[in-house]
């Protein structure tokens, strides 16, 4: 399964940058480059759904769409895919 969700990346002042998911409860994600805290947010965002996925009751959110967020000047926008194997061994 592929989910695509946005996540809101801040550029600190030190340099770094730190990302967090809107519609993914407390799911962040921290890097000292934006390759670095987009992997991270890939992999976050990817724990996040694993976690919710293996719960009773799933409920994953629908995504925000980037339109509608509210930027501040050192903020952007990213869309992160994540590729989630249902099976183990499945093989897309």
């Not at 480059?33 to 759904?49: F, G, K, T, Y």
């Amino acid at each position: 399964m592929r989910f695509i969700y946005p996540a809101v990346i801040e550029e600190k002042e030190d340099g770094s940058f730190h990302a967090s998911f809107p519609d993914l409860t407390m799911c962040e994600a921290d890097g000292s480059s934006m390759m670095e805290v987009l992997r991270n947010a890939v992999s976050a965002a990817h724990d996040w759904i694993d976690l919710e996925l293996s719960e009773e009751d799933p409920v994953l959110p629908p995504a925000t769409d980037k339109a509608d967020l509210t930027l501040k000047e050192n903020e952007t926008v990213r869309d992160i895919l994540v590729i989630y194997r249902m099976h183990e061994g499945w093989d897309e």
